[in-house]
Structures are given as C-alpha cells and as structure tokens.
C-alpha cells in the first residue's frame, strides 16, 4: 500500500483530494497539511511513499519544499499539483527533484495512475507541461548532435524520445513492439551512457529530441 502526504493551502482541493485518495484501497493517506513549514518534523515520525505538493504554498514555497525533501530523503516521491503552467516555475519544481507535475485541472483517474505511475520509478507529467519542456529547451538551441558523442543506438535514441515526451513503459514498449523487460535493458543502458538517474534529470539535459 502507497502512503500518501499532501500540502496543499487551499482547503477545498485538499478536502476533495483526501476523498479520491481514501476512497481508493491502494494508497493510505497519512498526512493532510496546508503549508510544507512543518513537514519536516512529521515526516520523521511517519514517512509517505509520494508526496502530493502544491507550488504556491504560504511560509514556503513548493519548489523549497521538494529541495528540502529530496536532500533529507533522496528516494521521497514529489508530485506536483498546480494551477500553474508557468515555465519558471516548471523548471524549477523539476530541477529540485520533482518525479511528477501535473495540474489541478487533470482528473482524479489520471492523478491516481501518476501515484502507480511514479512508485513504478516513472515520472508522469500532464501532456501540456512536457509539450512546454519540449519548447523551453528548444528555444535554448540544444540539438540532437549534442548525443552524438555517447554513442546512443538509434533504439536507444527512439527510447530516449518517447521518455521525455512523457510516455509510460507500456507505453513504449507497445509503440516500439518490445516487451517491458527489453525496455527496461535499454534504459538503463541510456541511462548509464548519459550518467543520468531519473526521466526528470533527463529531461531537464536532454529536453530537445
């Protein structure tokens, strides 16, 4: 069972998304809080598996936040939960070490697939914020070529593409007729020649294929 935290300030959200979470037999909601000041201290005590986080929070910010959690506990796992898709602010939860972003807006079904989703060691992401990953890094000018001295196969390459773009495993082992299992070889294969550990570190390197 995924234990599960959110912070979240507005209490309405926070109300309906406790209800979706408890309502759903898997996860088990351990902590409820409106701002990320005290989480610390509570999550020494009982510590969740996925951390729901807003981005706007009061006292600290959201970004704060995940930085905070990520160096006290690397493997934590950050989702986070926005009304924003400002590009600053994007980049900024994931390259504090944020494993998901999606937005208020998505639907409940699609905020309990990212909870499996991210315990499975993917990083799910709503298909407009990794459509603005896509272009922030375009428009920094990185290419292609820039992969060209690691020696990447060109299923690798395929790989590598479709990760970034926000696909699941079964989503792209279908895609490219592979079983999960190969997928998983060739990951961890790109992984290795990149020296990256995550899909977020990959994408915030590699964002332009």
């Given at each position: 069972?995924t234990k599960?935290?959110i912070?979240?300030d507005?209490a309405q959200y926070?109300?309906?998304m ?15 809080l ?7 201290e ?5 510590l ?18 995940v ?13 986070m939960l ?8 994007i ?17 409940p079904?699609k ?10 060691g993917?990083s799910?992401?709503n298909?407009?914020?990794?459509a603005k990953m896509?272009?922030y ?5 990185k ?17 590598l593409?479709l990760?970034i773009r ?15 299992e190969?997928l998983?070889?060739?990951i961890?294969n ?16 590699y964002?332009?294929?």
């Open positions: 069972m599960i935290a912070i979240e507005n926070r109300t309906a406790s209800i979706i979470l408890q309502l759903d037999e898997d996860v088990r909601l351990l902590h409820k409106e701002d990320a000041t005290g989480m610390m509570q999550f020494e005590e009982d969740p598996d996925v951390v729901l986080m807003d981005i706007d929070l009061p006292f600290m910010s959201g970004i704060e936040g930085w905070r959690l990520k160096k006290r506990w690397p493997d934590i796992k950050v989702i926005t009304v924003f898709e400002d590009d600053e602010k980049f900024g939860a994931i390259k504090a070490g944020a494993n998901g972003y999606l937005l208020k807006k998505d639907s079904q905020i309990l697939s990212a909870i499996q989703s991210v315990m499975q993917e799910p992401m298909g407009m914020i990794a896509l272009e890094f375009q428009r920094q000018g290419r292609e070529s820039q992969l060209d001295e690691y020696n990447l196969t060109s299923r690798e390459k395929d790989i593409q990760l926000g696909n699941s495993y079964k989503e792209i082992a279908s895609s490219l007729r592979i079983s999960v190969t998983n070889s060739h961890k790109t992984y290795r020649k990149l020296d990256v550990h995550s899909r977020s570190e990959l994408a915030a390197r964002g332009t294929l």
